[in-house]
C-alpha cells in the first residue's frame, strides 16, 4: 500500500476544498491586475486591489484562528464561502459599473475568504501524527494542481462574454464556487469535542500564560521560511503579470504564462514530501531557495517572454520546497503543543503580513526601481533569510545543548 493510499479518507476532502481555495486565488491572480488597470484612476494603483486582498487576509487570519479554536474548523470554514460569496458579488457590480472602490472590497472580502481557507492544510492533520503529517499537508496543497488547470480556465473562458463587460463573469464565477465549497464543508469530518476537568483548565490557562516559553527556533524559522517565500513568490508573480502586459503579449498567453507557474507550485507536492522525509525539512528549504535565486537570475538575464515563462517555473518549484516544508515543518513543530493553534494563527499572521507586502508593492516598484531592480532586490532579500535560518538553526543547537533550567 502506498504512503498517500494510507491517509484517512476524509483527506481527500481537504484536498478538493483546498483546490477550490487555490482555483480562487488563481482567478484573482489572473484577473486582478488587468482589471486594477483597466478601472483604476492611475496605474500605480493597478494592483491596490490585489494587494488589500492579502491585507485583509493578514487581518482576518489570527481572528479566524480564535473563531475555529471556540467554534471549530467548519465554522471557521463556511465564514469564509460566504465571504466569498460577497466577493464575486460585489466584484461583478465592481466591473459592471466601473467602480475602483468597489474592485477594492471585493478583493478585501476574498482576503477574507482566503485567511479562512488557508487552514485547511492544518485542519487536515489536526488528529495525524509524525511524517503522516507532512504527507498529508503535501497532498491538500497538492490541490493547487486542480486550480492551475481549472483558475486560467475559468478566467479565460469566463474574461469576454457577449452583453457582459470585460472580466465580469470571471468574478460571478466566484459565486459559484463558493456554492460547490459550501457542499464539501458539510462533508468534512466533525471535530470530537473533548470534556476536560476544571484541573486540566486551569493547567491549560496556565500553559496559554506562558505560551512564548513553548516556542522553538525551528518554529521561527519555519515560519520565517514560508513568509518570505509567499512574500517574494507574489510580488514576482504579479510585476511578471505586468511586465507581460507593457511587452504587448496577449492576455490568453499571459494566462498561459500564470498556467505553468501555478502547475509548477503545486506538481512538486507529489515529490516533496517524500524529499522532506529524505532529506529533512530544513535541507528542501535551502533546495527552495537555491531556486528562487535561478528565477531572479533568469529574470535579470532574459528580457523575452520564453525567459519570463521559465522564470515562472523556477519560481512556482522554490515556491513549493520552501513553504510545503514550512507549513509541514509548523506542523510537526507543533505537534503535542497545548497552545498549537494559538501558534498557527500567530505563525500564519506573519506569513499573511509577508504576502500582502508581496502583492500591493508591484506596481509600486515597476514603476520606480523597475523589472531588473526588483529581481536584485529579490536576490537580497533571499540572502538575508538564508542568513535568518542559519541563525536559529544555531540558536536551536545551542537550546539543545544547553536546555533551559539545566545546572
Known amino acids: 500500500m502506498s504512503k498517500i493510499s494510507a491517509l484517512p479518507k476524509y483527506i481527500y476532502l481537504y484536498f478538493l476544498c483546498q483546490s477550490l481555495n487555490l482555483t480562487v486565488t488563481v482567478i484573482s491572480v489572473t484577473v486582478a491586475a488587468t482589471?486594477?488597470?483597466?478601472?483604476?484612476?492611475?496605474?500605480?494603483?493597478?494592483?491596490?486591489?490585489?494587494?488589500?486582498?492579502?491585507?485583509?487576509?493578514?487581518?482576518?487570519?489570527?481572528?479566524?484562528?480564535?473563531?475555529?479554536?471556540?467554534?471549530?474548523?467548519?465554522?471557521?470554514?463556511?465564514?469564509?464561502?460566504?465571504?466569498?460569496?460577497?466577493?464575486?458579488?460585489?466584484?461583478?457590480?465592481?466591473?459592471?459599473?466601473?467602480?475602483?472602490?468597489?474592485?477594492?472590497?471585493?478583493?478585501?472580502?476574498?482576503?477574507?475568504?482566503?485567511?479562512?481557507?488557508?487552514?485547511?492544510?492544518?485542519?487536515?492533520?489536526?488528529?495525524?501524527?509524525?511524517?503522516?503529517?507532512?504527507?498529508?499537508?503535501?497532498?491538500?496543497?497538492?490541490?493547487?494542481?486542480?486550480?492551475?488547470?481549472?483558475?486560467?480556465?475559468?478566467?479565460?473562458?469566463?474574461?469576454?462574454?457577449?452583453?457582459?463587460?470585460?472580466?465580469?463573469?470571471?468574478?460571478?464565477?466566484?459565486?459559484?464556487?463558493?456554492?460547490?465549497?459550501?457542499?464539501?464543508i458539510v462533508f468534512l469530518p466533525n471535530e470530537v469535542e473533548k470534556k476536560i476537568t476544571k484541573q486540566e483548565k486551569e493547567k491549560r490557562d496556565l500553559v496559554d500564560q506562558h505560551w512564548l516559553k513553548n516556542v522553538s527556533p525551528l518554529f521561527l524559522l519555519a515560519v520565517v521560511t514560508a513568509a518570505f517565500s509567499y512574500g517574494i513568490m507574489n510580488l514576482i508573480m504579479v510585476q511578471s503579470s505586468l511586465q507581460m502586459h507593457h511587452l504587448g503579449i496577449h492576455f490568453d498567453h499571459s494566462a498561459m504564462a500564470i498556467q505553468w507557474h501555478v502547475v509548477a507550485m503545486f506538481a512538486p507536492s507529489f515529490l516533496s514530501g517524500y524529499l522532506i522525509s529524505r532529506l529533512g525539512h530544513q535541507k528542501v528549504i535551502f533546495i527552495g531557495l537555491a531556486f528562487f535565486l535561478a528565477t531572479f537570475i533568469i529574470n535579470i538575464v532574459g528580457t523575452s517572454y520564453s525567459s519570463i515563462v521559465l522564470s515562472l517555473i523556477f519560481l512556482g518549484v522554490a515556491w513549493n520546497f520552501t513553504y510545503v516544508s514550512g507549513s509541514a515543518y509548523i506542523a510537526v513543530i507543533l505537534e503535542g503543543n497545548k497552545s498549537a493553534k494559538k501558534l498557527q494563527g500567530i505563525g500564519d499572521t506573519g506569513i499573511a503580513l509577508f504576502a500582502m507586502l508581496g502583492a500591493m508593492t508591484p506596481a509600486l516598484l515597476m514603476s520606480t526601481i523597475g523589472w531588473a531592480g526588483t529581481n536584485f532586490l529579490s536576490i537580497g532579500l533571499i540572502l538575508f533569510c538564508l542568513v535568518l535560518l542559519i541563525l536559529f538553526i544555531i540558536l536551536h543547537k545551542r537550546n539543545a545543548l544547553n536546555p533551559v533550567g539545566a545546572s
Open 35 to 184: 482589471v486594477g488597470l483597466m478601472i483604476a484612476p492611475d496605474q500605480s494603483w493597478a494592483t491596490l486591489p490585489y494587494g488589500m486582498q492579502f491585507l485583509f487576509m493578514l487581518l482576518a487570519t489570527y481572528p479566524a484562528s480564535v473563531l475555529m479554536e471556540k467554534k471549530g474548523r467548519k465554522v471557521g470554514f463556511i465564514v469564509g464561502a460566504l465571504g466569498l460569496i460577497g466577493s464575486g458579488m460585489v466584484g461583478f457590480s465592481a466591473v459592471m459599473t466601473d467602480s475602483f472602490l468597489l474592485l477594492i472590497i471585493a478583493h478585501s472580502l476574498l482576503g477574507c475568504f482566503m485567511a479562512c481557507a488557508n487552514y485547511y492544510r492544518f485542519a487536515a492533520v489536526d488528529n495525524l501524527i509524525g511524517k503522516t503529517k507532512t504527507r498529508a499537508v503535501s497532498l491538500v496543497i497538492a490541490g493547487g494542481l486542480v486550480a492551475a488547470v481549472l483558475g486560467p480556465f475559468i478566467a479565460s473562458s469566463f474574461r469576454d462574454i457577449g452583453g457582459f463587460p470585460l472580466f465580469a463573469l470571471c468574478y460571478l464565477a466566484l459565486v459559484m464556487l463558493a456554492g460547490v465549497n459550501l457542499i464539501l
